[in-house]
């Protein structure tokens, strides 16, 4: 969104992102000597790419202001660029080629294609005929954005975080400076484990387990809030839980949504496939403590890492699987998750640190 509002501020605005997203292309191209494109992406960045009307994905009600599932021209001594269809004014071509990418292996149904980043897209897979699909914002707090402590992964930036006989054991590279979304999820599940947060997201203090006591002694007042200081200057602060917490109550919403509309429960899903920044780095026990997923789901979640880029190489090496992305939006279903008049209640209900 913060895209869309630069880029509808002028026309100078759009145009040097258009720019800045061609140039990143020119420069693949350059460095791989590629000679044919295919571009995957949501349906912001594909418009912004394209220099295509932004004003029905800024403002509801949303559309789409193009299909996709052609091969267009980017100029700038670029090959012809082949882009998947677009799903949804918020399932764009990353997810037409990922879901392109899943079936070429050939899974059994009902899967689910579940793409966790800013915002989170699911598709849960009937039969090869229908497919149903969602998406919610799920905010920059899963990349490490917007938080007391928040940085993007790199050097002093904790991802990971384990409990040791000493408390708190944080693995990063060099000096302690911030703490990825990774790192933050790893963060929070081992303070549920260790019952120093409660469902609500709030700090416990007390415990008669010496190693939890410890590390409870690290709670304590700040002008923010209640923190949790893992050293001089890097602390988790209860404000930023809440963060989490929406977006984890925003992926129960969504597949909680299309289990209902499909008539399935969560047990009968064979397989999930779990794509985007979050769902590849992430440690899917970690999303199981928070509630991201049911408990039921431990053996069947496939970490798949960028399903869109699998799908592309798909597409460009292979005419029958654009053939099968040309069909694919007549077989997809999307539900509109804040149109429904129960949206409010089942996100409410889904602010805790379990499955709902």
């Known amino acids: 969104m913060s895209r869309l509002s630069y880029a509808l501020s002028s026309e ?48 509801a009600p949303y559309t789409l202001p193009w299909r996709g599932d052609e091969t267009v021209g980017l100029g ?5 660029a082949y882009v998947p269809p677009l799903l949804g004014p918020f399932i764009g071509a990353d997810i037409s080629a990922g879901l392109a990418a899943v079936c070429a292996k050939e899974p059994e149904y009902p899967y689910l294609l579940a793409d966790l980043g800013t915002n989170g897209e699911f598709v849960l897979a009937v039969d090869e005929d229908h497919f149903f699909a969602a998406s919610v914002p ?20 904790v991802s990971k975080v384990r409990v040791g006989q000493k408390g708190l054991h944080v693995d990063v590279q060099g000096a302690m400076a911030g703490i990825s979304g990774t790192g933050y ?35 304590g007042a700040h002008p923010l809030g209640k923190i949790l200081q893992l050293n001089e200057e890097i602390f988790l602060a209860e404000r930023d839980v809440e963060e989490f917490l929406k977006a984890k109550a925003a992926v129960n919403v969504a597949i ?20 985007g920044a ?28 960028n399903t869109s880029l699998a799908g592309l190489m798909l597409a460009l090496e292979k005419l029958e699987v654009r053939e099968w992305l040309s069909n694919l939006p007549l077989k997809v279903s999307v539900e509109n998750l804040v149109e429904q008049e129960d949206f409010e209640t089942h996100f409410l209900n889904a602010m805790r640190f379990v499955w709902m």
């Open 76 to 80: 700038n001594g670029l090959p012809p």
């Open 185 to 219: 999820v790893s963060l929070l599940a081992v303070l549920r484990r260790i019952g120093l947060l409660d469902e609500d997201g709030h700090f416990q203090v007390s415990s008669s387990i010496p190693l939890t006591q410890q590390i409870a002694s690290k709670i």
């Open 138 to 157: 799920m905010g920059p707090a899963i990349e490490g954005v917007g938080l007391c402590c928040g940085s993007m992964a790199g050097d002093g930036v």
């Open 12 to 59: 100078t605005a759009q145009s040097h992102l258009r720019e800045v997203l061609v140039s990143a292309i020119k420069q693949l191209v350059k460095d791989s000597g590629a000679r044919s494109l295919a571009v995957g992406g949501n349906t912001t960045m594909i418009a912004m790419l394209l220099g295509l009307p932004l004003q029905g994905l800024a403002f």
């Open 256 to 275: 909680g949504s299309l289990v209902r509309r499909t008539g399935l429960g969560v047990a009968d899903i064979n397989s999930i496939y779990l794509a």
């Open 278 to 305: 979050l769902g590849e780095y992430a440690d899917c026990l970690d999303l199981m403590e928070l509630g991201f997923f049911p408990r039921c789901w431990q053996e069947r979640i496939l970490v798949e890492g």
